[in-house]
């Protein structure tokens, strides 16, 4: 039997390298995909990751828009002989923002340099996994978990923004919010289809607030910040949040559970998460 083993893309990222940081810091085996490992090795190291933590870390060089490079990252938390796949998917992908000004769209001023990456990405994510099963449908015999990092701003429930800053947050960061949310789409689409059968056993899509700090599990906001958690009927406002904060919260909440083989109480909902 393979140990439980959680796969990540973006793990760069501020958020998604807090969550990498909690699940290796606990013993749980971790793959990675990213365009540059260096940069990820570097980022562990700087947060005090021992040699002997990180040799639980697999990380795969390549691009989480292939294909080959998505599946490659799957199944490498795969035992020799078996076709199995994580227990635990992590996803949070984004792209590099730019300021530009169209005087059509004045307040429209953050842009990203690849404005469909979150959608690309979540699509490239979901072929890949169908086809793990297509070729080995044992793999399919136990699913993963999958936990998106989304944003607040694109709810199909009541407003999640706070009123004050409700008009430019949202003209602000239109571009970015239509990535985003066709990316929760496409996961969405294939978690509630009822005549298909979804590549993920379920997921949980994590909504934040404005995020501050950076990629350091350590920076967080400190014991006497309490977390708010929502879910997409009953959202938390608020209106910043730590990354760190953030990724202590899915490790705790999420990914530990789901290597613990548990289903957590989050699963199958949208979570809005502030400070």
């Known amino acids: 039997m393979s140990s439980p083993t959680a796969a990540f893309f973006g793990a760069t990222g501020g958020v998604t390298n807090a969550i990498l940081v909690h699940t290796l810091k606990a013993g749980y085996k971790a793959v990675a995909l990213v365009r540059t490992p260096q940069k990820l090795r570097d980022q562990l190291s700087a947060q005090g990751l021992s ?68 959608e690309t990405a979540a699509q490239t994510l979901l072929t890949a996994m169908h086809e793990i099963y297509a070729e080995n449908p044992v793999a399919s015999e136990k699913k993963p978990l999958l936990a998106f990092i989304s944003t607040t701003g694109i709810t199909r429930g009541p407003e999640d923004v706070p009123f004050w800053i409700r008009f430019l947050y949202h003209q602000m960061l239109t571009v970015p919010h239509i990535d985003k949310h066709k990316m929760e789409d496409l996961y969405r689409a294939d978690a509630d289809s009822a005549s298909s059968n979804p590549v993920f056993r379920n997921i949980v899509g994590v909504r934040p607030t404005l995020l501050s700090g950076g990629a350091d599990y350590r920076d967080t906001s400190g014991s006497d910040k309490v977390i708010k958690s929502g879910i997409e009927n009953k959202p938390a406002i608020g209106y910043i949040i730590k990354r760190a904060d953030v990724g202590a919260w899915v490790y705790e909440n999420v990914v530990s559970e789901a290597l613990q083989g548990r289903k957590g109480r989050w699963e199958g909902e949208m979570v809005s998460l502030t400070t």
Not at 79 to 100: E, F, M, R
Request: glycine share 8%.
């Open 51 to 118: 040699s002997e933590v990180l040799e639980n870390l697999t990380i795969v060089q390549g691009n989480a828009l292939d294909v080959a490079a998505v599946r490659r990252t799957l199944l490498a938390s795969a035992t020799t002989g078996t076709a199995g796949v994580p227990s635990v998917v992590v996803t949070g992908l984004g792209g590099s923002p730019k300021l530009q000004f169209d005087w059509r769209h004045p307040f429209q001023i953050a842009n990203l340099d690849n404005p469909s990456i979150c």
